[in-house]
């Protein structure tokens, strides 16, 4: 994985000096918080409802070993002896004291991480495929290419001030699991004669007004990535709104202006600064790729594995939900939940990060990813050392066997949190998990994302949750609203409003009919939720969602 180099250190170091003299100032008074605001938000501290929130960056979901014990070692100084990871493949810490938040960088500077752009109208954390390096469906290992754009990226000075945030993702295979079509750039690697390059995607976005991105160019040689990106956000620079915050984003400039006239002037653009990249990306590409270099995978004997599986149920429920096929013989992926049923979706304790950290220099290669789906990744695992890894994780309460299941849900913090939230997240979100524990069916019912939000801003990507909820405010009250078919793959859909909201006491029982309902309509217990959703439509899921509709109409 990338190292920083002595540029990257005096840069980060001179960032957390200065924003230390920030610190000062606002504390004895001499910045108002309006004046302090845009200064905390350039280095990702947030205030919510009840205190501070850091956002950390973990680029393109990639970190180490020590990374992640630093990350542990901030938890208990400085914060209450955990982290959320998020949809954006950061960590948050939602209780730093304001005069320890630049001791918490500078610790972070220490082993090569950072909170900058991790807020703000500027271009954010650089996503990626979680299983980047490692899946065995993987055209190229995109990590280079999302390091070259952070490097790019950061402190941009043109594109400090965009007219709203704007987020790039990543993936290197053509399954994308990074949700590649709801951002305001999606890359996505493909082939064409022999040669990688990338289906360039652009205007798509969640929120308040979801769009599934566009296809701008279907096929752009890797050589051209850096300026075509530039000349794409140089167009939005120009064009998108300054004057309502709810149209900035770029999904609305190319929807306001046409695909055609965006993808003219973006090839404008495109030709005007080409020749100004004069090789000088590519060979710092060249150097990014040597250190991504895969890792000296091993061989050894699987009779172990093969034998716990057959010895222990438990493990091998586990090993056939959490683990993903791996490019090199002999090892797995493995999907470590954060998801304990009841748990808080995300929240891993400073403990459970040190065992991860342990297992990831022991038995990974030293490295760990985060998911957009807020799970903890060990891409690197021999199947002969995976009963040793998993008896690790169950005795610190991570080795749910639910990844893709109905418990493995996304959540927002919610307006447990959240200062912008109107409904809870969190609690809808571990009583579902909870109820479905309970009735022992989320294997019957298979393969099924649930995504909550608890405001119209979609952190928790409910729009394109296969069952989305989102919460809202109703006269005071929490209502949740339930999208059905939505879809974050490389067949990214918009989920459809079944019909009217439920309130708090109402959703689970829903969800729980909803649920039980598909599996009286699904052809064979291989057709999963989407399936059959995608055969039969919205309305025989509405009849069972809304059973009293159904009974006034028959009357």
Same mark, same amino acid.
């Given at each position: 994985?990338?190292?920083?180099?002595?540029?990257?250190?005096?840069?980060?170091? =001179?960032?957390?000096?200065?924003?230390? =003299?920030?610190?000062?100032?606002?504390?004895?008074?001499?910045?108002?918080?309006?004046?302090?605001?845009?200064?905390?938000?350039?280095?990702?501290?947030?205030?919510?409802?009840?205190?501070?929130?850091?956002?950390?960056? #973990?680029?393109?979901?990639? /970190?180490?070993?020590?990374?992640?014990?630093?990350?542990?070692?901030?938890?208990?100084?400085?914060?209450?002896?955990?982290?959320?990871?998020?949809?954006?493949?950061?960590?948050?810490?939602?209780?730093?004291?304001?005069?320890?938040?630049?001791?918490?960088?500078?610790?972070?500077?220490?082993?090569?991480?950072?909170?900058?752009?991790?807020?703000?109208?500027?271009?954010?954390?650089?996503?990626? @495929?979680?299983?980047?390096?490692?899946?065995?469906?993987?055209?190229?290992?995109?990590?280079?290419?999302?390091?070259?754009?952070? +490097?790019?990226?950061?402190?941009?000075?043109?594109?400090?001030? &965009?007219?709203?945030?704007? $987020?790039?993702?990543?993936?290197?295979?053509?399954?994308?699991?990074?949700?590649?079509?709801?951002?305001?750039?999606? /890359?996505?690697?493909?082939?064409?004669?022999?040669?990688?390059?990338?289906?360039?995607?652009?205007?798509?976005?969640?929120?308040?007004?979801?769009?599934?991105?566009?296809?701008?160019?279907?096929?752009?040689?890797?050589?051209? &990535? &850096?300026?075509?990106?530039?000349?794409?956000?140089?167009?939005?620079?120009?064009?998108?709104?300054?004057?309502?915050?709810?149209?900035?984003?770029? $999904?609305?400039?190319?929807?306001?202006?046409?695909?055609?006239?965006?993808?003219?002037?973006?090839?404008?653009?495109?030709?005007?600064?080409?020749?100004? !990249?004069?090789?000088?990306? +590519?060979?710092?590409?060249?150097?990014?790729?040597?250190?991504?270099?895969?890792?000296?995978?091993?061989?050894?004997?699987?009779?172990?594995?093969? =034998?716990?599986?057959?010895?222990?149920?438990?493990?091998?429920?586990?090993?056939?939900?959490?683990?993903?096929?791996?490019?090199?013989?002999?090892?797995? #992926?493995?999907?470590?939940?954060?998801?304990?049923?009841?748990?808080?979706?995300?929240?891993?304790?400073?403990?459970?990060?040190?065992?991860?950290?342990? &297992?990831?220099?022991?038995?990974?290669?030293?490295?760990?990813?985060?998911?957009?789906?807020?799970?903890?990744?060990?891409?690197?695992?021999?199947?002969?050392?995976?009963?040793?890894?998993?008896?690790?994780?169950?005795?610190?309460?991570?080795?749910?066997?639910?990844?893709?299941?109905?418990?493995? #849900?996304?959540?927002?913090?919610?307006?447990?949190?959240?200062?912008?939230?109107?409904?809870?997240?969190?609690?809808?979100?571990?009583?579902?998990?909870?109820?479905?524990?309970?009735?022992?069916?989320?294997?019957?019912?298979?393969?099924?994302?649930?995504?909550?939000?608890?405001?119209?801003? =979609?952190?928790?990507?409910?729009?394109?949750?296969? #069952?989305?909820?989102?919460?809202?405010?109703?006269?005071?009250?929490?209502?949740?609203?339930?999208?059905?078919?939505?879809?974050?793959?490389?067949?990214?859909?918009?989920?459809?409003?079944?019909?009217?909201? !439920?309130?708090?006491?109402?959703?689970?029982?829903?969800?729980?009919?909803?649920?039980?309902?598909?599996? @009286?309509?699904?052809?064979?217990?291989?057709?999963?939720? /989407?399936?059959?959703?995608?055969?039969?439509?919205?309305?025989?899921?509405?009849?069972? /969602?809304?059973?009293?509709?159904?009974?006034?109409?028959?009357?």
């Amino acid at each position: 994985m990338y190292q920083y180099n002595d540029f990257d250190k005096g840069f980060v170091r =001179a960032r957390t000096a200065q924003f230390r =003299a920030q610190v000062e100032r606002r504390i004895d008074g001499s910045l108002t918080e309006d004046e302090f605001k845009p200064l905390r938000l350039m280095n990702g501290l947030y205030l919510q409802l009840h205190a501070y929130m850091l956002r950390v960056a #973990i680029p393109y979901g990639t /970190l180490n070993s020590a990374q992640m014990g630093q990350l542990a070692m901030i938890a208990d100084r400085w914060d209450k002896g955990y982290g959320h990871f998020t949809t954006r493949q950061n960590i948050q810490y939602n209780w730093p004291i304001l005069r320890d938040v630049p001791d918490m960088l500078d610790a972070l500077a220490d082993v090569g991480m950072h909170a900058i752009q991790t807020s703000g109208n500027t271009i954010r954390n650089v996503t990626a @495929d979680h299983f980047a390096g490692a899946a065995a469906d993987e055209i190229e290992d995109p990590r280079a290419i999302a390091e070259l754009l952070r +490097q790019w990226s950061t402190d941009h000075p043109e594109f400090q001030f &965009l007219p709203r945030k704007f $987020k790039i993702a990543v993936t290197g295979s053509e399954n994308d699991r990074a949700v590649t079509r709801a951002h305001d750039i999606g /890359l996505r690697m493909v082939k064409r004669d022999g040669q990688a390059g990338f289906e360039v995607i652009v205007g798509g976005g969640l929120g308040r007004t979801p769009m599934v991105g566009k296809v701008i160019r279907d096929f752009l040689p890797k050589a051209d &990535l &850096l300026p075509y990106c530039e000349a794409i956000v140089s167009i939005y620079n120009r064009l998108g709104r300054r004057d309502n915050k709810y149209k900035a984003r770029i $999904k609305i400039t190319v929807h306001e202006n046409g695909l055609e006239k965006i993808r003219e002037l973006v090839e404008a653009r495109f030709a005007e600064i080409r020749p100004a !990249f004069s090789g000088v990306d +590519q060979a710092v590409l060249a150097g990014i790729e040597a250190q991504f270099a895969a890792p000296a995978f091993k061989s050894a004997p699987t009779d172990g594995y093969e =034998a716990a599986r057959l010895a222990n149920p438990a493990f091998r429920s586990w090993t056939d939900t959490n683990l993903s096929a791996h490019k090199a013989e002999g090892y797995a #992926i493995v999907s470590v939940s954060i998801k304990k049923h009841g748990a808080t979706p995300g929240d891993a304790t400073s403990g459970q990060m040190r065992v991860l950290a342990d &297992l990831a220099r022991r038995y990974g290669h030293d490295e760990l990813r985060i998911s957009h789906e807020q799970n903890v990744i060990l891409p690197h695992v021999h199947k002969s050392d995976l009963p040793t890894v998993y008896a690790a994780l169950r005795a610190v309460d991570l080795a749910t066997a639910n990844i893709g299941l109905i418990s493995d #849900i996304i959540a927002c913090p919610g307006m447990d949190y959240c200062a912008l939230a109107t409904a809870r997240s969190i609690p809808i979100a571990q009583e579902i998990a909870t109820r479905f524990d309970e009735l022992k069916l989320e294997h019957e019912v298979g393969p099924l994302k649930i995504k909550i939000s608890g405001c119209i801003n =979609a952190c928790g990507h409910h729009h394109v949750g296969h #069952i989305g909820i989102l919460g809202l405010d109703r006269a005071g009250v929490e209502n949740y609203q339930i999208t059905l078919g939505g879809d974050g793959t490389e067949d990214a859909t918009i989920g459809e409003r079944a019909g009217p909201g !439920f309130s708090a006491d109402q959703i689970i029982p829903a969800i729980e009919r909803l649920v039980l309902g598909y599996l @009286d309509l699904r052809s064979s217990a291989e057709e999963t939720f /989407l399936q059959t959703y995608r055969r039969l439509g919205l309305a025989p899921f509405k009849a069972v /969602l809304y059973p009293s509709e159904v009974k006034a109409d028959a009357a």
